[in-house]
């Protein structure tokens, strides 16, 4: 990662899943805002749970720290009960959305042709949209990597043109790193997001794509300073303000 060259901005975005409560949300919130002060070179963005997003976008709102949503409904409005709209989202302040998350297509059967309306109904309102794609590890076993991420990207390329992705970002998030300690290796992380890159043709130098799965405060600058990786999407170490300050300032640096 090497700003200057790529003109690339890092971004390291924190997901908190169904994780928190009101306190521990303020705390959390309040030691970010003390320890990020004055870093602008990497941009820092904290998706909580949508019921926290007022919390947590009051809280920030003088902060150098973005908001953003972990999902989006796939409809504009209406009767749906249970879902959150992106008008919804880019009133409480949200600026980016993840969309296909690995844990929502398999804990929640979200298919791609669900993973296109949601990635349009972001943008639609202005909303920066956070693909997320990956392989199982049985796919990775059987050489089908590349070929299931390809096909999770060209999904959302075909329904909605390659200048969407002027404004979104990609998260390479292998299923099995997710969750589980296990980082992916930066050959495996510089394979993948060298693949993506050359999907898009020219385009693909200037698209931002981050890294997921098992990120760490100890192995977050040697991710970082892989060429192809732009910053990252981190589950479990963004509940710790130290924690995930230390993967930020890494991307800062
Ligand atoms: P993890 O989660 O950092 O806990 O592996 C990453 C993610 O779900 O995006």
């Given at each position: 990662m090497s700003t200057t060259a790529t003109g690339r901005r890092p971004l390291v975005l924190a997901n908190w899943k169904a994780n928190g409560d009101h306190n521990s949300n303020q705390t959390l919130i309040e030691a970010l805002c003390q320890g990020w002060k004055?870093?602008?070179k990497a941009e820092m963005v904290i998706c909580p749970p949508h019921c926290y997003l007022g919390q947590v976008s009051d809280a920030l709102a003088h902060a150098n720290i973005e908001v953003g949503a972990q999902d989006i409904s796939r409809f504009e409005r209406g009767a749906y009960t249970g879902d959150v709209t992106a008008f919804m989202l880019a009133e409480f302040g949200c600026r980016y959305v993840i969309v296909g998350h690995s844990e929502r297509r398999e804990y929640f059967s979200e298919t791609d042709a669900q993973v296109i309306e949601k990635f349009q109904r972001a943008q639609e309102q202005g909303l920066t949209p956070i693909l997320c794609v990956g392989e199982s590890l049985q796919e990775r076993d059987a050489g089908k990597a590349l070929e299931k991420i390809g096909a999770q990207i060209k999904a959302v390329l075909d329904s909605c043109g390659r200048n969407c992705f002027v404004n979104a970002l990609i998260a390479y998030e292998p299923i099995w790193a997710v969750g589980t300690g296990r980082i992916a290796t930066p050959e495996q992380v510089e394979e993948v997001h060298q693949y993506i890159r050359e999907i898009f043709g020219e385009l693909g130098d200037k698209i931002r794509i981050l890294y997921g799965g098992s990120v760490k405060a100890d192995n977050a600058a040697e991710t970082f300073a892989?060429?192809?990786?732009?910053?990252a999407l981190v589950g479990g170490a963004s509940l710790k303000a130290e924690d995930f300050l230390t993967i930020c300032r890494a991307a800062n640096n």
């Open positions: 004055g870093l602008n892989l060429d192809d990786v732009d910053g």
